[in-house]
C-alpha cells in the first residue's frame, strides 16, 4: 500500500510514531519477555486488589516486611552456619538510566503542558475536541467500572491493540479508510438533500414578499 493508502497518510511505521525506543518496543512485542510480565505482574495484582481488599500501600508494605524479613533471617543463619549469604544481585540505579527516564518523562510533559497551553488559549478547536472526547470516554468508563479495573483494562489494550494493528496494518488500514470514504459520500448526499435544502427555504422566508 501507498503512504497515501495509510491512516491519517502517516510516513512513519508505528514503532517510530510510539517513540521508536524501549517502550515502543515493549508495546509491539519486540521485547516479548518484558511484555509478558507486565500483562502477568498486573493481572497478579488486579486480582490480588479485588479479591483480597488488600490496598496498594498495604500490599507493597507486606511484600517488602516479608521480603526483609527472610534476606534476614537467611544472612543472620548463614553467618552462624557458614553458609553463603543470599544471592543477591548489586542493588544500583544507573546514571544512565536515570537519565533517559528523566528525558523520556519530560518530553511527555512538556508535550502535555504544551497541548493544555494551546487548548487553554483557544489554539486548537481539533484538540480540544479530541481531549474533551477522551476525558469524556474516561468519565463514562469509570462510572461503569472502578479505577483498579479501567487502569488493568487500559494497559492490557496498550499491550495488544497497536501490535495487533501493526500486525494486520494493511488490512485495517484498507478496511477504515473504506468505511471512512463511505462516511464521507454520505455526509456529502446528506448536506446536498438535507442541508441544502433547509438553506434554500431559510432563503425564501428572508426574500420579501
Not at 498495604?58 to 526483609?68: A, E, G, I, T
Not at 548489586?90 to 510533559?109: K, P, Q, T
Not at 484538540?127 to 474533551?132: D, L, Y
Not at 448526499?189 to 438553506?199: H, M, P
Request: with cysteine.
Amino acid at each position: 500500500m501507498g503512504s497515501s493508502d495509510k491512516l491519517f497518510n502517516r510516513q512513519r511505521s508505528l514503532h517510530q510514531i510510539l517513540g521508536g525506543g524501549f517502550v515502543a518496543d515493549v508495546v509491539l512485542w519486540r521485547q516479548k519477555d518484558v511484555t509478558v510480565g507486565i500483562l502477568v505482574v498486573t493481572l497478579f495484582a488486579w486480582v490480588v486488589f479485588e479479591r483480597s481488599g488488600y490496598t496498594l500501600l498495604s500490599f507493597v508494605s507486606s511484600v517488602f516486611f516479608l521480603l526483609f524479613t527472610i534476606l534476614f533471617l537467611w544472612a543472620k543463619s548463614a553467618s552462624i552456619l557458614n553458609r553463603p549469604a543470599p544471592p543477591l544481585p548489586h542493588l544500583y540505579l544507573s546514571e544512565e538510566m536515570v537519565n533517559e527516564a528523566a528525558y523520556f518523562i519530560r518530553n511527555h510533559i512538556n508535550m502535555l503542558l504544551l497541548v493544555s497551553e494551546n487548548i487553554a488559549l483557544g489554539k486548537d478547536t481539533n484538540m480540544f475536541v479530541k481531549v474533551s472526547g477522551g476525558l469524556m470516554l474516561v468519565s463514562i468508563l469509570g462510572g461503569l467500572t472502578d479505577f483498579l479495573t479501567l487502569g488493568y483494562t487500559s494497559l492490557v489494550i496498550v499491550l495488544t491493540v497497536p501490535a495487533l494493528y501493526e500486525k494486520y496494518e494493511d488490512q485495517v488500514d484498507a478496511y477504515v479508510l473504506m468505511a471512512y470514504r463511505r462516511l464521507w459520500q454520505l455526509y456529502h448526499k446528506f448536506d446536498a438533500v438535507c442541508v441544502s435544502k433547509v438553506q434554500r427555504l431559510s432563503l425564501e422566508k428572508k426574500k420579501p414578499s
